[in-house]
């Protein structure tokens, strides 16, 4: 018949299907070498590398790469703590009591951990947040504490401002058991947790604080 459609060269798989307005741009020859091209650069990988390329997003590697941080402590400061945590790439565990803190934190990407003896176990550093000495003896030595399950490997980092000696005992103690401790006093007032602007003074090792460095840098810019 005088109207007979003309032929469409089809694509290889990953590059899709020539259309007739592809054909009537750049003709039959034109298509053909397009699909040459298109099937060179799947054959190749380079295609395949590409499509990896955008599943693998900057942040998700990030994440993985970075230690799993254990947090206590969301009140007023902590809570804006642990979510600069999270905005930072950081995969967060947290324990808390209260159900509308534990919400909270689920919704902005935190996961809850029900015990503190759980928390120490699936977490690498520990980062709290508390209102006095009590409660961090409470955290790691109480009866439900978290020190059976902190192993060598594992840091805690403790950002109250509490007496200085229950924390060098507990820094000694933990010290025993082959676990750093960080004596980390923030201050500021909620404005400047929640903006990442805090100022914290931090004592202790030189090499762990040094490996720490980039978790005391997504919660205050005065070290």
């Known amino acids: 018949m005088g109207n007979k459609r ?3 060269f089809p694509f290889p798989p990953c590059g899709g299907r020539a259309g007739w307005g592809e054909k009537s741009r750049i003709g039959r020859k034109g298509i053909k070498e397009k699909a040459a091209r298109t099937a060179r650069l799947c054959f190749s990988g380079a295609g395949r ?5 955008n599943r693998d997003k900057p942040g998700r590697k990030e994440r993985r790469m970075k230690p799993t941080i254990g947090f206590v402590g969301l009140g007023t400061m902590g809570k804006w703590m642990a979510i600069n945590l999270v905005k930072k790439g950081y995969p967060l565990n947290f324990f808390a009591r209260k159900k509308d803190a534990a ?3 689920a919704k902005e990407g935190g996961k809850y951990i029900p015990s503190l003896k759980g928390l120490a176990k699936d977490s690498d550093w520990m980062v709290f947040c508390l209102s006095d000495t009590d409660a961090v003896e409470e955290v790691l030595f109480g009866k439900e504490g978290m020190a059976e399950e902190l192993k060598p490997g594992k840091i805690v980092i403790d950002c109250g401002t509490i007496h200085p000696l229950p924390t060098r005992r507990f820094a000694e103690t933990l010290k025993a058991e082959g676990v750093p401790f960080l004596d980390a006093p923030i201050s500021g007032m909620e404005a400047r947790a929640k903006a990442g602007t805090l100022t914290i003074m931090v004592g202790g090792e030189r090499e762990i604080f040094e490996k720490t460095r980039p978790v005391f840098e997504a919660l205050g810019n005065k070290i």
């Open 6 to 8: 003309p032929r469409v």
């Open 49 to 53: 590398i590409e499509g990896r390329k």
């Open 103 to 105: 919400e909270m934190m």
